[in-house]
T-cell receptor, first 112, second 114 residues
Framework: DAKTTQPNSMESNEEEPVHLPCNHSTISGTDYIHWYRQLPSQGPEYVIHGLTSNVNNRMASLAIAEDRKSSTLILHRATLRDAAVYYCILGVDAGNNRKLIWGLGTSLAVNP | ETGVTQTPRHLVMGMTNKKSLKCEQHLGHNAMYWYKQSAKKPLELMFVYNFKEQTENNSVPSRFSPECPNSSHLFLHLHTLQPEDSALYLC?????????????FGSGTRLTVV
């Protein structure tokens, strides 16, 4: 299965931008890149996803490398509520095999 | 407030009990999923339903039995579970089954098998 590699943990300061990296060197041409986050005692929350082009929404931006072997989730201005585990996930789309391949994520701490 | 509601939030059951987990969504989504989240392990996909039809069973033991009576409701029936089945069980939904859609997750049911 295609997999992603993320740092175990990162730290940021409130009101500063955060860049969360992800490597996915075995990505296939039809695989999507998804990001979710999970706060304690809650289910994962969708953040953003994309295929080839950079994507922006109200929560974050997704920057995808030209060769698609890595991507970066950008939180433009971190708040204390952004402290969570962030998962970079490949959405595998291969015929009848279509599913999200989860890793262990990056635990983000935000300092006041 | 999540668009996917799971009940109960917590469940403790003995190995000989039978219980059911319930999931409900009113997002108009046509695909629903059951996932298992164990400590220190990635989320594991268990079952996928698309337009009420089961499209994936990810080699899940028969002691877990899903049911999808309509596109808004999903159940997971549990019987003769083992202690290693203790985990957070998450329900999710998406517009359709596939990876070009964002998934909406519920808060999960924390299951403890004693």
């Amino acid at each position: 299965d295609a997999k992603t590699t993320q740092p175990n943990s990162m730290e940021s300061n409130e009101e500063e931008p955060v860049h969360l990296p992800c490597n996915h060197s075995t990505i296939s041409g039809t695989d999507y890149i998804h990001w979710y986050r999970q706060l304690p005692s809650q289910g994962p929350e969708y953040v953003i996803h994309g295929l080839t082009s950079n994507v922006n929404n109200r929560m974050a931006s997704l920057a995808i490398a030209e060769d698609r072997k890595s991507s970066t989730l950008i939180l433009h201005r971190a708040t204390l509520r952004d402290a969570a585990v962030y998962y970079c996930i490949l959405g595998v789309d291969a015929g009848n095999n279509r599913k999200l391949i989860w890793g262990l994520g990056t635990s983000l701490a935000v300092n006041p | 407030e999540t668009g996917v509601t799971q009940t109960p939030r917590h469940l403790v059951m003995g190995m000989t009990n039978k219980k059911s987990l319930k999931c409900e969504q009113h997002l108009g989504h046509n695909a629903m999923y059951w996932y298992k989240q164990s400590a220190k392990k990635p989320l594991e996909l268990m079952f996928v339903y698309n337009f009420k039809e089961q499209t994936e069973n990810n080699s899940v033991p028969s002691r877990f039995s899903p049911e999808c009576p309509n596109s808004s409701h999903l159940f997971l029936h549990l019987h003769t579970l083992q202690p290693e089945d203790s985990a957070l069980y998450l329900c999710a939904s998406s517009q359709e089954a596939g990876v070009n859609y964002g998934y909406t997750f519920g808060s999960g049911t924390r299951l403890t098998v004693v």
